[in-house]
């Protein structure tokens, strides 16, 4: 029975998770405007946050991963930063997320160049795990697919003059959303992983 109830069990979690994601998704519906300190924006942060905190936890855990957890979790850091574009416009100058992007940046070059040969041997193992499949999809989701279907030009085309740039906005921030939300599930998996696996890489 426990290899079905464990799929089972996190069918059921991930699936919450999802359904959490509709709440600040209904909340800016309800708002009908778009802006950066609305809950989706809130709530992308937050998962952001939460992913890197969950990278740098797993380093606890394993000795035999850190090198890939690591860059991953600066990686993450570097989008959580962007997330943060309009405090940083506001507060400090416009575009003034990018040097902390370009530092962290130059932190994963760093790392990739004294550990090339071990994060290669990391991903070879990692690279078989639900985790990875999820993340190479999220990342994927997030970076293709959202950008694609948020291309204004889909949206004045099938509003045409009645276009409504919230409609556009809340409609991509929430695919957004979602794949953040689903590489925080990657990221869950892989921190499962590595805190149980003992090969050596």
């Known amino acids: ?14 699936s919450l998770l999802m359904f959490l994601c509709t709440i600040p998704m209904e909340a800016d519906f309800k708002i009908g405007e778009a802006n950066e300190t609305n809950a989706i924006e809130f709530a ?21 991963f850190k090198s890939f957890m690591v860059s991953f979790s600066l990686f993450i850091a570097m989008h959580l930063v962007r997330e943060f574009d309009a405090w940083f416009d506001s507060h400090i100058f416009n575009l003034g997320w990018e040097p902390y992007v370009i530092l962290l940046l130059a932190l994963i070059f760093i790392i990739l160049f004294k550990h090339f040969k071990s994060i290669v041997n990391q991903i070879k193992v990692l690279r078989k795990t639900t985790g990875f499949g999820i993340l190479l999809v999220s990342l994927a989701n997030l970076h293709v697919f959202t950008r694609l279907y948020g291309k204004p030009s889909n949206w004045h085309n099938i509003m045409g003059d009645k276009y409504l740039y919230s409609v556009e906005r809340i409609s991509e921030e929430s695919v957004e959303l979602i794949a953040y939300m689903m590489i925080l599930i990657a990221t869950i998996e892989l921190f499962i992983f590595v805190r149980k696996d003992k090969l050596m890489v």
């Open 1 to 14: 029975m426990k290899p079905v109830i464990l799929p089972l069990a996190r069918l059921l979690i991930y």
């Open 44 to 64: 992308q942060q937050s998962l952001l946050f939460i992913t890197v905190l969950v990278g740098f936890m797993s380093l606890v855990y394993t000795k035999h």
